[in-house]
């Protein structure tokens, strides 16, 4: 599979979560991805383990909120990078930048206060090379 080139930000869409766009911040000193996420609630069905949250995809439109559903496919101690540690829920989604899609693990966390609603981690970046210098690369 051929690399892309993207930027230290993009616009990325995660169509599985009903989210069509969304910036992210490329961040190489992060290991996972991560995503805004608020009123998470965990729930089971046959046996299968979901979560189902909300989500503001855009800084410029606070009220517009998305509301999404996945499958929990682990619970994890992360450390932020002020070094507070947390449990985290974790899912699996496919994300899509500029015309390549791939499946990525994000973990669901309150970002509010955050200038990028979501964080592009290492763990997402076997495809990808990083233009530090650029922004928007991939984007329209």
């Known amino acids: 599979m051929s690399k892309v080139t993207v ?10 979560l009903n989210i069509d766009s969304i910036k992210v911040k490329v961040d190489t000193g992060a290991k996972t991805s ?5 009123d998470i609630e965990s729930f089971d069905k046959h046996g299968v383990s979901y979560v189902t949250f909300k989500t503001c995809p855009s800084k410029r439109h606070p009220k517009k909120i998305v509301e999404c559903k996945a499958e929990i496919i682990d619970y994890r101690k992360i450390t932020s990078s002020n070094g507070q540690t947390q449990f985290r829920y974790v899912i699996r989604t496919p994300i899509t930048i500029g015309n390549k899609t ?6 669901l966390a309150d970002r509010k206060k955050m200038s990028y609603k979501m964080l592009l981690g290492r763990e997402a970046m076997n495809d990808i ?4 210098h650029k922004t928007y690369i991939q984007s329209d």
């Not at 991560?34 to 608020?38: K, P």
């Not at 791939?102 to 973990?107: E, L, S």
């Not at 090379?129 to 530090?132: C, K």
């Open 34 to 38: 991560s995503l805004h996420a608020f």
């Open 129 to 132: 090379v990083v233009s530090p």
């Open 102 to 107: 791939w499946d990525i693990d994000i973990t």
């Open 7 to 16: 930027g230290w930000k993009e616009e990325a869409k995660l169509l599985k």
